[in-house]
């Protein structure tokens, strides 16, 4: 899929070592505006297989609605009723606004290459590329770190995936027998059932697992729901504000939860009216106000209703002894499951690509089912590595999600416009700085507290 989107996105010579941008950077301001308005990337697209802007919305709140909602009610009690349902508004327009400086950075360098469409490994390239003489040399190396941290990012999700399935299946298991089995053979009992799913090399076949999946989702979220409502706990049982100590999980697991930049620019690019994807209102606008007003009444209404109690995942706090509450474990993890080939998708068909030329053409298919096969074995050795799914939802969160859904945004930004577009006494370049170190302080500090709540375990 990625190689083909890569194809539709780069008709012709795309880029060509931004050899025009080189020119137009270089220029006068004016000029540069000139010859920028002259190229319009929306025009030169392919839209034979575009989406509607509703198709577009769903796409995006479907990606978006994943399992980080279920974290929810845990994020707002690391950091407490008030002040977990003020910042999750907070760092959902955060992250909206992050997600809303990449696409417009992706259409002004567009116009600058004369490009039709980026990714965002791509918009990152044609950002150093056109950007200062200094840095231009290291738009390759950007683009490569890009589609790494992508695809740590889909596998650190995938991982967090085994983990929590892993974890669903022992509560129910351990109900019904009594035993005490180490959740490392739940784990390991996963193994054959993601190893068939990450040798899937085509969307369609993921079709079917997808709708099972949504269906499950739809289901155990029904039932979720009842239980919260049902028996809600008063204000003055919970805490207003957790604790200093416990701010980084919250900012990690709620960054990991909303944060959703991984899909927004083939959606984007994908649009038939690519121009409504920003703007008021938008599909972006519509879309984050939609998912930050979910995750935020899941989160403050899921700890209302298990207190400290609650679990990493809400669906984990939910009585096992009662049939609807074993109903939700199966049916969430069994969507999970479904989910992890989706996944997995991308991070596989990126590095896919990248390896199919070095094999020989008699073993290519051998070898790129071996690779997936060991890719698959990464996940659940990782799992077994970290079964905590607190600290691991959280150090995922904070190493991967806040460097790029937060920190590579605002370079790009601030670099596509470094040449006289920073704004009145350079606004953007004082903002963008602040958005970094907001995500490096969530980076260090939420991976600090996961790795020593790893450690822990272990001693």
């Known amino acids: 899929m990625w190689k083909k989107n890569t194809e539709k996105e780069n008709p012709g010579n795309q880029m060509k070592e931004f050899s025009s941008t080189t020119k137009i950077a270089t220029g006068a301001i004016g000029e540069y505006h000139e010859k920028d308005e002259l190229y319009d990337p929306f025009e030169h697209r ?26 929810m009610p845990n994020a707002v009690k690391n950091g407490g009723l008030i002040f977990g349902g003020i910042g999750t508004i907070i760092i959902g327009i955060i992250c909206s606004h992050c997600v809303h400086i990449l696409v417009r950075s992706s259409h002004v360098l567009c116009k600058r290459t004369k490009t039709p469409q980026m990714t965002y490994a791509e918009t990152a ?80 076949y993921l079709v079917p697992f997808s709708v099972i999946a949504n269906l499950c989702i739809v289901i155990g979220f029904s039932i979720t729901l009842w239980y919260i409502f049902t028996d809600l706990q008063p204000v003055s049982s919970v805490k207003y504000f957790s604790s200093i100590e416990q701010l980084p999980k919250f900012f990690a697991t709620v960054i990991f939860a909303i944060e959703g930049i991984g899909v927004v620019m083939p959606v ?106 060991l890719m698959a074995l990464l996940t659940v050795i990782v799992a ?13 969160g904070a190493v991967f999600f806040s460097f790029l859904g937060i920190a590579i945004p605002a370079i790009v930004e601030t670099i596509s416009c470094w040449e006289g577009h920073l704004g009145f006494l350079y606004w953007r370049l004082i903002k963008n700085i602040i958005l970094f170190v907001f995500s490096m302080l969530a980076l260090v500090t939420g991976s600090y507290v996961a790795i020593n709540d790893i450690i822990k375990d272990y001693a």
């Open 46 to 71: 392919d839209k034979k297989d575009a989406n509607s802007d509703i198709g577009s919305l769903a796409h995006m709140i479907k990606s978006s609605l994943g399992s980080g909602i279920l974290a």
């Open 268 to 373: 984007e690019n994908s649009m038939k009216k690519p121009q409504h994807f920003l703007g008021c209102p938008s599909v972006l606008n519509v879309t984050m106000t939609i998912v930050v007003t979910l995750y935020g009444v899941m989160g403050i209404f899921g700890y209302l209703r298990y207190g400290e109690e609650t679990q990493p995942v809400i669906t984990l706090s939910l009585d096992t002894s009662t049939v609807s509450g074993q109903m939700v474990k199966i049916l969430i993890a069994l969507a999970i499951l479904f989910t992890y080939g989706l996944q997995f998708f991308v991070p596989l068909e990126i590095m896919c690509n990248a390896l199919r030329p070095r094999f020989s053409h008699n073993f290519a298919t051998i070898g790129e089912s071996c690779f997936r096969i």
């Open 125 to 204: 390239e044609a950002a150093f590329a056109s950007g200062p003489l200094k840095l231009r040399g290291l738009s390759k190396f950007v683009k490569i770190l890009v589609n790494a941290a992508l695809c740590a990012t889909y596998v650190g999700g995938a991982c967090v995936y085994v983990v929590f399935i892993a974890t669903s299946i022992q509560q129910v298991t351990e109900y019904w027998t009594n035993m005490d089995i180490n959740i490392r053979w739940y784990i390991l009992s996963l193994l054959p059932a993601v190893i068939l799913l990450a040798q899937i090399r085509n969307l369609k």
């Open 384 to 396: 077994l590595a970290i079964p905590n799914l607190d600290a691991f939802i959280s150090l995922v």
